[in-house]
């Protein structure tokens, strides 16, 4: 599977972006997926994810609250919709499918990692 994110650009602190991971499978729908973001220099830190169904979220504590994670399966799509933007969430953003079954959070139990997009927040 091949992921192709997009969406990134500048934006003003409090603005809003929205994120897409275009997936090119004909079993997108069977995939739990993971928004995650890397600064120079640090690991990728674990941002967002959703189950196969959509009917399961889960969020990083810094995040909650101001982005949704979403899906359409008919899209093969994933999005990550991004509020009440800070400096602080300046990143690339990468999606990747979770290949293992550790804990979602962490960046080992996924693969396919997608093209990141540069999101940058001016203060």
């Known amino acids: 599977v091949q992921l192709q994110a997009s969406g990134g650009g500048l934006v003003q602190a409090g603005g809003s972006l929205t994120l897409s991971c275009v997936a090119s499978?004909?079993?997108?729908?069977?995939?739990?997926l993971g928004w995650f973001r890397q600064t120079p220099g640090e690991e990728r830190e674990f941002v967002a994810a959703?189950?196969?169904?959509?009917?399961?979220?889960y969020y990083a504590d810094s995040v909650k609250g101001r982005f949704t994670i979403s899906r359409d399966n008919a899209k093969n799509t994933v999005y990550l919709q991004m509020n009440s933007l800070k400096a602080e969430d300046t990143a690339v953003y990468y999606c990747?499918?979770?290949?293992?079954?550790?804990?979602?959070?962490?960046?080992?139990?996924?693969?396919?990692w997608g093209r990141g997009t540069q999101v940058t927040v001016s203060s």
């Open positions: 990747a499918v979770r290949q293992y079954s550790g804990s979602y959070y962490h960046s080992r139990e996924y693969g396919a």
């Open positions: 499978t004909r079993t997108f729908s069977s995939y739990f």
């Open positions: 959703i189950d196969w169904s959509g009917d399961n979220t």
